[in-house]
T-cell receptor, first 113, second 113 residues
Framework: AQSVAQPEDQVNVAEGNPLTVKCTYSVSGNPYLFWYVQYPNRGLQFLLKYITGDNLVKGSYGFEAEFNKSQTSFHLKKPSALVSDSALYFC???????????FGAGTRLAVHP | DTEVTQTPKHLVMGMTNKKSLKCEQH?????MYWYKQKAKKPPELMFVYSYEKLSINESVPSRFSPECPNSSLLNLHLHALQPEDSALYLCASSEEGGNQPQHFGDGTRLSIL
């Protein structure tokens, strides 16, 4: 069965510092991986996806993610955090055979001035 | 602004009421989804429509009844809900294909008295 784990409930980082939000996955076959962000009182916004190709994927708002097949990870990164990046981040994997996403539990990112 | 529009944004209803949630997208997407989200938790898939036909029902109680009148519209009819049904209800749409991201609306916040 497909699954996604986000091992950190919360990540705290100072503004201007690099940030990493961790995600590991378990799938049978090749993974289709996604990152979404949710701001308060809003829906989920798509940030980026990995389907195939380069292991470093660039997305919206300066975010990028690194796919590592040997470590079954897909960590979200940004070189310089902004206070406005503070939000809830979800990693997700496509459930093969079904038109559905499997979400991780979410990681709350808090960027302090 | 999101490209998936949900109405109403807020809804308060009693346990004996009948109400409907509406979702509209004009991106030409042929897959549409309903999710339920509790505070600080990932979205839980409820229903998936593909080409206007129900393709996934995640064992949702019959007090929730989805409807897809056409390729742009998705409704969720509510009847005799329970207090535990209070949540944020999110609609999403996507192109067909597992590598396509889902686009979410901002949701309807539902409170059951």
């Amino acid at each position: 069965a497909q699954s996604v784990a986000q091992p950190e409930d919360q990540v705290n980082v100072a503004e201007g510092n690099p940030l990493t939000v961790k995600c590991t996955y378990s799938v049978s076959g090749n993974p289709y991986l996604f990152w979404y962000v949710q701001y308060p009182n809003r829906g989920l916004q798509f940030l980026l996806k990995y389907i195939t190709g380069d292991n470093l994927v660039k997305g919206s708002y300066g975010f990028e993610a690194e796919f590592n097949k040997s470590q079954t990870s897909f960590h979200l990164k940004k070189p310089s955090a902004l206070v406005s990046d503070s939000a809830l981040y979800f990693c997700a994997v496509r459930d093969w055979g079904y038109n559905k996403l499997i979400f991780g539990a979410g990681t709350r990112l808090a960027v302090h001035p | 602004d999101t490209e998936v529009t949900q109405t109403p944004k807020h809804l308060v209803m009693g346990m004996t009421n009948k109400k409907s949630l509406k979702c509209e997208q004009h991106m030409g997407h042929r897959a549409m989804y309903w999710y339920k989200q509790k505070a600080k938790k990932p979205p839980e898939l409820m229903f998936v429509y593909s080409y206007e036909k129900l393709s996934i029902n995640e064992s949702v109680p019959s007090r929730f009844s989805p409807e897809c009148p056409n390729s742009s519209l998705l409704n969720l009819h509510l009847h005799a809900l329970q207090p535990e049904d209070s949540a944020l209800y999110l609609c999403a749409s996507s192109e067909e294909g597992g590598n396509q991201p889902q686009h979410f609306g901002d949701g309807t916040r539902l409170s059951i008295l």
